[in-house]
């Protein structure tokens, strides 16, 4: 069992940065293939950046790339995702998920492929 908990969200303007962290608690929370995800209001959970167990191989939503970079500190069990220059349609729910299953360690832009979620963080950019 993993335990997801987010932090780091908050209101921020236009053009500016936060990093959000995604702590894991359970025995094998470091060799998951994390993910993080947004939720607008009115719009479906839709996928941000994913890592692999390893933390080599990271992918990206177009609408994100070149601004957001996740990557991860295995021996402190989380994942973050530091989010530069952003914009009023960043604004969202962040949430981080850990997969689960035969494929724990392989990164995944489906958010079907994640067994584990945390509660979500408020990011608001202002225009």
């Known amino acids: 069992q993993v335990q997801l908990v987010e932090s780091g969200g908050g209101l921020v303007q236009t053009g500016g940065s936060l990093r959000l962290a995604c702590a894991a608690s359970?025995?094998?929370?470091?060799?998951?293939?994390m993910g993080w995800f947004r939720q607008a209001p009115g719009k479906e959970r839709g996928f941000v950046a994913t890592i692999s167990g390893s933390g080599i191989t990271t992918y990206y939503a177009d609408s994100v790339k070149g601004r957001f970079t996740i990557f991860r500190d295995n021996a402190k069990k989380t994942v973050y995702l530091q989010m530069n220059s952003l914009k009023p349609e960043d604004t969202a729910v962040y949430y981080c998920?850990?997969?689960?299953?035969?494929?724990?360690?392989?990164?995944?832009?489906?958010?079907?492929?994640?067994?584990?979620w945390g509660q979500g963080t408020q990011v608001t950019v202002s225009s």
């Open positions: 998920a850990a997969r689960g299953g035969p494929l724990y360690y392989r990164q995944s832009s489906g958010a079907d492929d994640y067994d584990y």
């Open positions: 359970g025995r094998t929370a470091s060799t998951y293939a």
